[in-house]
């Protein structure tokens, strides 16, 4: 058994440790007060069972509080008193260094939480290193000078989650979607020079990945770009690549048809267009972003976008290429074709492609062949966003997602036009709807008055997201504010008027609806009985952002949070908090959102319906999944899903698996086992267990990740059952 010190690294379980720390605590008291040996054998057994039931690394807090438990559950009051005392002038001695320790831990690679923080960010990169060496001071500054301590404190007991406190000392902002319409089509400015408008679809692809990595470096969430803006560089292909065919022909001699000539640069247009996709697939794979990571991208597949019929059609084609590439998949090490985790993939459900006759029907059934095979896309339905993404002129919209699910709200320009791209999200505060539940003992009043300081907490903290934006001058990311990606303010100019009236968003998260519930109710929150009350929890948190938006004209949206590490961080917590309480407490992770917890047993349908009710009160941000086997020989029920999808929801994903042993060429899905206390992947051919030589892709929070993750959320891969 192994457990996770301060400093991040892990080291073996030694219950002599525990031994010797209350046989010291023990000799400071008077005999009478004191342990036996027998009883101090007992306490540290006792902590050593507790540890095994876990089923996950625990940290060194989380069992000197089992000891402290045990000691006072002993009697022995007086040498419990004494070895809190010592902990407590321990902890005063490590806070002066607790920020050296862990950035040395980072260098060495020895930081298992920083490892295991991100699956998509490889810890041992150089790159990556300093991206988290910087976030160690961002968050030491953060705690110290930025933030209130009472907001400190709550982030810091699992009450509340302040997202992304890596980044907050510098003046960033979260995600957006990208106006690559506005900077393709009149030019814009990367490091210094300047970037006219394209003269091909190879190049306007090329310009789009510098884009991607310059914003990326630039904020620290998920962007994303609509293949639409892209479609009108194919015909400005088509007209040179004619030309080129016209002056070959010439110059051999020969005289072909009009329609001989067109055929043969519309061959010629493909080839560009499959290059111009490879370009963007591999370039976003690649990359490396100043914060450690390939650049966090999402890509928009939407018919409707374009009501031009030359544009979609050319549209259509490079939505054909961009799901024929990624079916295929990209190389790894080894030379085979494994499932990348970017850029992640949308495709818009729509009347043109969601029944067998409709025009783009082939793409639907592409889409889902991607699906089976590669884990995305992810789908969108037209209509239920037109149903209730609604603007003030009443009319409905459909965009995308910023990244892997939050939803700017709907927005008309000054001259009532809906506008989208050029938009983003100023920062996130989760509420952990599971601890206020717990907090209340079950008391219904109680609960209330808790989950209302709660929220004010969230307020409080949001506007100090507000405030550290407030007063950025464009200058801080030209690429961004000047330059197009979301606006062309002028240098020395402040982004404040973004941050007001509707035009960027921010978000009030929430986690543990299931927890919450179950604690207040004892039920599922699908059980209709239960149910009225979960509905109630999410329209007084859409009540309170309404209320802070009249409050400050700032556009506060609820967000269905993508806890990925924060997910074992609450769970720990709620166990320190309240103990382990059997279906609440007795997981390594509590529930992302509004889901249905990943151990109740439902079919795919009846999941996205229930759900469905919960994503129209997450205007903010929602994303719902179906749990499903290997369907590459079913494509048939992959597309009914999708149907449903169209039908009855938002925003959905079907979650497949795709793995590759590189030991043995195992291509199946590797499992997980728990070995010694922790949680291991094994491939099930030849039991390999070098996480170095595996590649394993697993939907976590609405995208995929591709380098493992913390105890608690593999724990929570491990738990999900199929809906399907």
Known sequence: MLIIKRNGSEEAFDINKILNAVSKANVTVDGSARLSDVQIHEIAGAVTESCRRMHRTPTVEEIQDLVEDQIMFKGAFEVAKHYITYRYTRSLVRKSNTTDERILSLIECSNEEAKQENSNKNPVVNSTQRDYIAGEVSRDLTDRVLLPPDIVEAH???????HDSDYFAQHMHNCDLVNLEDML??????????????????TACSIATQIIAQVASNQYGGQSISLTHLAPFVQVSREKITKSVREEMLAVGASPSE???????????REEISRGIQTIQYQVVTLLTTNGQAPFVTVFMYLGETKDPQVKHDLAMIIEETLRQRIQGVKNEKGVWVTPAFPKLIYVLEEDNIREGSPYWYLTELAARCTARRMVPDYISEKKMLEFKVDRTGRGNCYPCM???SFLTPYVDENGDPKYYGRFNQGVVTINLADAALSSGGDMDKFWEIFDERLELCHRALMCRHERLKGTLSDAAPILWQYGACARLKKGETIDKLLYGGYSTISLGYAGLYECVKAMTGKSHTDPEATPFALQVMQHMNDACRKWKEMHNIDFSLYGTP????????????QRRFGVIPGITDKGYITNSYHVHVTEKINAFDKLLFESRFQQLS??????????????????????????????????ELNTKSDYCQECGFDGEIGIEERDGKLVWVCPRCGNTDQNKMNVARRTCGYIGTQFWNQGRTQEIRDRVLHL
């Not at 810091?156 to 302040?162: D, K, L, S, T, V």
């Not at 006219?196 to 679809?201: D, T, V």
């Not at 806890?563 to 917590?573: D, G, I, P, V, W």
């Open 156 to 162: 810091r007991e699992g009450i509340i989650h302040f």
């Open 185 to 202: 089509q009149r030019g814009t400015v990367i490091t210094g020079t300047l970037i006219e408008r394209p003269h091909s679809f190879s």
């Open 259 to 269: 329609e001989t000539i067109a055929r043969i640069a519309e061959n010629r247009l």
């Open 403 to 405: 990244g892997c699910r």
């Open 563 to 574: 806890l990925e590490s924060t997910t074992y961080k609450f769970a720990k917590c709620l």
């Open 619 to 652: 205007p903010g941000g929602a994303i719902s999944y179906v749990e499903v086997p290997d369907m590459q020989n079913n494509l048939d029920a992959v597309l009914e899903v999708m149907k449903f999808i169209y039908d009855h929801i938002i925003y959905a």
